[in-house]
């Protein structure tokens, strides 16, 4: 840390004042720094996971969609089944 401070005798006040400040300043330990987000970088990252949510939804819909129509096949065949095996037991 670098401190100005003034050889004259009318700025004395303030090179104490300086002085103090300096010496309380060195006795500060920081942390790691802390990552801050651009207020663009954001939006876009908010964005994004809005995006995302949208597509979640939109394939969580067509698995149902995808569900319901392998159960309505499922009920058929054995339908069908049904009807195989009563033909044969005639």
Known sequence: MFVQI??????????????NFASRVRGIELGPPKKQWDTIELLKHKQMAEKTKQELKLKDFQ??????????????????????KALQDK
């Open 63 to 84: 698995i149902k969609k995808m569900e319901e129509t392998i159960h309505g096949f499922e009920s058929k065949m054995k339908e069908k089944d049904h009807k195989n």
């Open 6 to 19: 003034s050889p004259n005798e009318n700025d004395l006040g303030e090179t104490i004042c300086s002085l």
